[in-house]
T-cell receptor
Framework: AQTVTQSQPEMSVQEAETVTLSCTYD???????LFWYKQPPSRQMILVIR??????QNATENRFSVNFQKAAKSFSLKISDSQLGDAAMYFC???????????FGKGTSLLVTP | GAGVSQSPRYKVAKRGQDVALRCDPI?????LFWYQQALGQGPEFLTY????????KSGLPSDRFFAERPEGSVSTLKIQRTQQEDSAVYLC?????????????FGEGSRLTVL
């Protein structure tokens, strides 16, 4: 079974600064996908960014980018120019290429201070 | 509606009661997923439907859990003889594509508390 580890239960960043959230995963598969989801207090999960394992180029979505280190099985999320609305729980997730299920980490709570 | 709708938003049940949780996916979405999120944890996969077919139910924790989507739209997750360990938020997500490749759109969840 694949496991996803988020070693930072809580992180804090000042508005306009940059923060990096860590995620590592364990798998023996070569075909898989990685995701970062945001869960604001209302509990509706929102996809932030996704990365296909076969792609070497790191995914980027506006202020959000990932550092995908396949050999190290690391998938960190960088948030640039942090905004108050970025405050939420962030979950890293893994999906096997042939599977339906997302395997989530335990999450990192991000606090954004003015 | 514009998004995935779940009801009830909050449910309190006494141990041993049966509960039913409803999910209205986005209209036209083919795929539907159920996840269970315990307090302080990430969501855990329960089951997957493609239209009315339940293609994966490997995450259902026991035979007390049952899910259906008879007409390929609305889905119901039923929990029989609830136990305290069933207390969690139950999340539903839908996707416009077959299989797991499409972006998932999540509902706000149904919070179940078993006393």
């Amino acid at each position: 079974a694949q496991t996803v580890t988020q070693s930072q239960p809580e992180m804090s960043v000042q508005e306009a600064e940059t923060v990096t959230l860590s995620c590592t995963y364990d798998t023996s598969e070569s075909d898989y996908y990685l995701f970062w989801y945001k869960q604001p207090p209302s509990r509706q999960m929102i996809l932030v960014i996704r990365q296909e394992a076969y792609k070497q180029q790191n995914a980027t979505e506006n202020r959000f980018s990932v550092n995908f280190q396949k050999a190290a099985k690391s998938f960190s999320l960088k948030i640039s120019d942090s905004q108050l609305g970025d405050a939420a729980m962030y979950f890293c997730a893994y999906r096997s290429g042939g599977g339906y299920a997302l395997n989530f980490g335990k999450g990192t709570s991000l606090l954004v201070t003015p | 509606g514009a998004g995935v709708s779940q009801s009830p938003r909050y449910k309190v049940a006494k141990r041993g009661q049966d509960v039913a949780l409803r999910c209205d996916p986005i209209s036209g979405h083919v795929s539907l997923f159920w996840y269970q999120q315990a307090l302080g944890q990430g969501p855990e996969f329960l089951t997957y439907f493609q239209n009315e077919a339940q293609l994966d139910k490997s995450g259902l924790p026991s035979d007390r859990f049952f899910a259906e989507r008879p007409e390929g739209s609305v889905s119901t997750l039923k929990i029989q003889r609830t136990q305290q360990e069933d207390s969690a938020v139950y999340l539903c997500a839908s996707s416009p594509l077959q299989g797991p490749t499409g972006e998932l759109f999540f509902g706000e969840g149904s919070r179940l508390t078993v006393l």
